[in-house]
């Protein structure tokens, strides 16, 4: 009698369903045995009921096997991380090349060159982008002329009142250390004068009486 296939779906009856279990679960762990030694294979092998009971088989140690089996795999996620991100920079870079491109044909149809097959709405553009340069630098200039004006009416504005400074300084600032040496001058002058009027009044000769004899 040929045995049917058995539909893969949840069994509904418990009774079936744990016999199934148990007799699946024992030729699983018998083919993992099995598979370990014949072909000289590390297995391990774990299985949780419905109920949560544990059953394992390990050819060596579980637990080395299940930490040699961690590293494998933060070690092969790693390896896809790295494979993504080398896909990753692979297409920045062809998108940069083809910028750069664009850029530099810009560039040259800007300067004059290779404009021959331009349309005329390329020729339209570039015109346009060319008004548009030549009005920022044109403003730029102009920012940098009022820049300078800026700075040069406050360095004569700071000029102006350094002068105005020493001005005040020439009107106040000498006349009374001139005061008394001025006034010793005219004193020096009054006595020079009276002394010559003193000398002007002497009799040089023979003294004279106050009688007349």
């Known amino acids: 009698m040929v045995r049917g296939k058995v539909q893969m779906r949840r069994i509904e009856n418990a009774t079936s369903r744990q016999v199934t279990f148990s007799k699946r679960r024992n030729g699983l762990l018998k083919k993992a045995y099995e598979l370990s030694v014949l072909c000289d294979a590390e297995v391990a092998l774990i299985i949780f009921s419905q109920k949560g009971r544990l059953y394992e088989f390990s050819s060596s140690n579980m637990r080395k096997t299940i930490e ?23 297409h920045e870079a062809a998108f940069m090349a083809r910028k750069i491109e664009l850029l530099e044909n810009s560039h040259r149809k800007l300067l004059g060159h290779n404009i021959g097959n331009c349309s005329m709405e390329e020729l339209q553009e570039i015109d346009n982008q060319l008004e548009r340069s030549l009005k920022n630098i044109r403003a730029r200039k102009s920012q940098l002329f009022k820049e300078e004006i800026e ?3 406050a ?7 350094e002068n105005a400074k020493l001005s005040e300084k020439m009107q106040f600032g000498f006349r009374p250390r001139d005061g008394p040496a001025k006034h ?7 006595l020079r004068t009276l002394g010559s009027e003193v000398v002007t009044e002497l009799f040089i000769g023979p003294p004279t009486t106050r009688n007349g004899s």
């Open 184 to 190: 010793k001058e005219i004193r020096s002058h009054s």
């Open 68 to 90: 040699k089996y961690l590293q494998r795999a933060r070690e092969e996620e790693r390896s896809i991380e790295v494979e993504q991100r080398l896909q990753q920079l692979k």
């Open 155 to 161: 360095k004569g504005n700071f000029l102006l009142e």
């Open 151 to 153: 700075k040069l009416q």
